[in-house]
């Protein structure tokens, strides 16, 4: 039988455990970095602040995951194909398998989840109190942790894919590299180059089915930044609508670990989604176009029809080159 690692049901999150396979580590030298070496060297990364949630400010390089030899070779694998995906521009992202880019993505959410547990714990041994941590969010990442164990362990997801992932083409010839996550929603966004990235990781494809009119009319279409930044805007307000958390069956075999998802309806009426609000998008949405200085006063000043820059007053798509942003363009 294929033996899985949860790390939350003894809260261990120590430096001389594989944070992936939970093999006790050799040496303190057996880690790895969070965010890839090769996207750190390619954008100046390595000695750039990052912000926790308790506002302590770290660098990108300083964020590590305790990691075993052996899994830290099957990450290598993982991340040279997904550096040659990006080599190859918005086309070769595009032709990923998305279980690829969801273990990609996975292993930098939940190396971040990582570090602010320990960070966590460290003040809770500073201050002798009890460290507070929500079932709710225990749920979550142990489902991700659990997914994220088809790295090195066969796994297959039945029925559908626990997540939903886009990627899209961004018209701009600048180079540039944005990242967001919100980790209590488990949704993430990527801007590399021409190439955009917006995933919600423990969703069900709920997300995409949620945006599948906009994401019909988007998909094959290049994107201004202004307009990708608004996808994600309302990807992450989405994720914050979305009040389900997904249960799953596991199945595990000698051969295979077999994951399938239960229905999110349930046992519950209410829909699937929280009533969307245009007020609390438009502060989504003005965290998002911040390099274009617009306030949420601009956003939603018609409340029935907030700002956008992917479509137009009959509701038809803009295309990326009738926006005409250059020079309010801050980044």
């Known amino acids: 039988m294929i033996a899985l690692y949860n790390p939350f049901q003894k809260f261990l999150f120590d430096n001389n455990t594989c944070f992936l396979s939970g093999t006790p580590l050799l040496s303190a030298e057996e880690k790895i970095h969070v965010f890839p070496v090769w996207l750190m060297q390619a954008y100046q990364l390595e000695d750039k602040p990052f912000k926790l949630l308790d506002e302590s400010i770290t660098t990108y390089k300083k964020l590590q995951l305790p990691c075993s030899t052996a899994v830290a070779n099957r990450i290598a694998l993982l991340e040279e194909e997904v550096e040659a995906a990006f080599n190859q521009g918005v086309e070769g992202v595009k032709q990923l398998d998305k279980l690829i880019l969801f273990q990609w993505i996975g292993k930098l959410i939940y190396g971040i989840i990582f570090n602010e547990i320990q960070v966590g714990l460290r ?16 749920k979550k990442f142990t489902n991700l942790h659990l997914m994220l164990q088809s790295i090195i362990r066969p796994m297959l997801f039945e029925v559908s894919a626990p997540y939903s992932i886009n990627v899209f083409e961004l018209a701009t010839d600048q180079n540039g590299f944005s990242y967001r996550d919100e980790i209590n929603t488990l949704v993430f966004s990527l801007r590399i180059n021409n190439i955009g990235i917006v995933a919600c990781l423990q969703d069900n494809g709920a997300n995409d089915k949620y945006h599948e009119e906009q994401l019909t009319q988007v998909s094959n279409e290049q994107l201004h930044p202004i307009q990708f930044e608004e996808i994600c805007g309302l990807y992450f307000y989405s994720a914050y609508l979305f009040n389900r958390l997904p249960e799953y069956t596991v199945l595990t075999t000698e051969d295979c670990i077999y994951i399938e998802p239960m229905p999110l309806r349930g046992m519950d009426s209410r829909p699937i ?56 363009y801050l980044d």
């Open 273 to 328: 989604f929280d009533n969307f609000q245009v007020k609390t998008y438009g502060q989504v949405l003005e965290n998002f176009w911040k390099p274009w200085g617009y306030t949420l006063f601009e956003i939603i000043k018609d409340p029935e029809h907030p700002m956008s820059f992917l479509w137009d007053a009959q509701g038809n798509f803009r295309q990326a080159a009738s926006i005409p942003l250059a020079d309010k």
């Open 123 to 138: 003040q809770q041994q500073m201050s002798g109190e009890p460290m507070n941590f929500s079932q709710v969010l225990g």
